[in-house]
């Protein structure tokens, strides 16, 4: 049967566009080869399956047929193979070769076979995307209830700002690549089980770019990029909460020559506060008071984030009775309203009593 596509993304047979293009996302995060415990198998494996499920075409193929062309190997050979050519597009890159197998040109294939197999696909080369970055942003709980903007530093590769991030000198001679004629890619043939398939890599001569420079940059050496330490503005949102991450598109490591750039992940960590604790979006917090005033009643000044608020406290009240002020918990992340604050009343007992104060008591019967 081939791979499960959908098992490896953790998702059902059902799942929306969306739901599938967030599973990628965060999976494909948590398993980068580039971040500390990252797997390059699994990322590789990740992408795999987005690349077929992320198109409807292709999921609409992968359901039909599978992962791999192991169910036409059954029929003896490949002679079930020849149903491929049914589906739009696809007639037209197979070619009968002179040696009577099969001739495979991928820029006729479109992306299909240049996913599966790890060749380049249609468009052309594509420039190696800049790394993602991931730190963590330490903010003050009040921060996080209301939200915030923070200005953050990080030492990060940038676009070169001599070359414009192309890596040639100003004023040096451009010219076309020898090696792919201007095309930013190189071809080759390559004998597999379906016989000889013609793919496109990168040109490694002007690295995708299709240009050569008769100079390279003295500032990045040719690279396109430099390090340096980048300042940002940003957001925090209120209602964030312990861990959730801020995605910021775009932020992370330069890609070389004018490739995009990667994205900054936020992980945000809130520093506690003694008066409140959270739970989701409400706030938990306690208040003492004294015996007499759970016996008789009174009103007492609680500290919330809005501020400190009176509440009545009814006679005969016991330790450990919990009352709620409505509205008063942490903005709703992307949503409307706001959650509840809970607070938790501990009845101080009485200690060092006098003997009178003894008597009154015992008389009471309490």
């Known amino acids: 049967m081939g791979k499960d596509y959908y098992k490896i993304l953790g998702i059902d047979k059902g799942a929306s566009g969306d739901e599938i293009k967030k599973a990628f996302r965060e999976k494909a995060h948590k398993f980068h080869p580039d971040k500390p415990g990252g ?11 987005y690349q077929v499920l992320g198109d409807a075409t292709k999921r609409s193929q992968y359901d039909q047929f599978g992962s791999t062309f192991e169910q036409a190997q059954r029929g003896g050979g490949f002679a079930g193979f020849d149903g491929f050519r049914d589906f739009s597009g696809f007639a037209n890159g197979f070619n009968q070769g002179q040696n009577g197998g099969w001739q495979f040109d991928l820029n006729d294939l479109g992306d299909v076979f240049g996913d599966m197999f790890g060749f380049g696909g249609r468009g052309g080369a594509r420039k190696r995307r800049g790394n993602d970055i991931e730190v963590s942003l330490a903010v003050e709980f009040l921060e996080a209830v209301f939200g915030t ?3 953050i530093a990080l030492n990060k590769t940038v676009a070169c700002d001599r070359c414009n991030g192309q890596g040639a000198e100003p004023g040096s001679k451009v010219e076309t690549c020898n090696t792919c004629k201007g095309t930013g890619r190189v071809t080759r043939v390559q004998r597999t089980i379906l016989g000889n398939i013609q793919s496109q890599t990168v040109c490694q001569t002007c690295e995708g770019s299709g240009k050569t420079y008769s100079q390279k940059c003295s500032k990045c050496r040719g690279a396109g990029v430099t390090r340096e330490v980048a300042r940002l503005n940003v957001r925090i949102p209120a209602g964030i909460n312990q861990n ?4 910021l598109s775009g932020q ?9 750039a990667g994205d900054l992940y936020l992980k945000i960590r809130i520093n506690p506060d003694k008066r409140f604790k959270r739970q989701d979006y409400d706030i938990i917090s306690e208040q003492t008071i004294g015996f007499s005033q759970a016996a008789l009643g009174d009103k007492i000044e609680i500290e919330t984030v809005d501020g400190p608020v009176t509440l009545k406290i009814p006679e005969g009240t016991q330790s450990g009775k919990v009352f709620m002020l409505r509205g008063k918990g942490v903005p709703k992340l992307h949503s409307h309203g706001r959650g ?19 008597k009154i008591l015992e008389d009471l019967g309490i």
């Open 252 to 260: 992370g490591e330069a890609g070389p020559k004018g490739a995009e």
């Open 244 to 247: 959730e991450a801020i995605r």
């Open 39 to 49: 797997d390059e198998a699994k990322f590789k494996e990740l992408n795999e399956a």
């Open 149 to 151: 903007e923070k200005e």
């Open 340 to 358: 509840d604050h809970l607070v938790t009343i501990i009845v101080k007992t009485p200690t060092g009593l006098s003997r009178q104060q003894r």
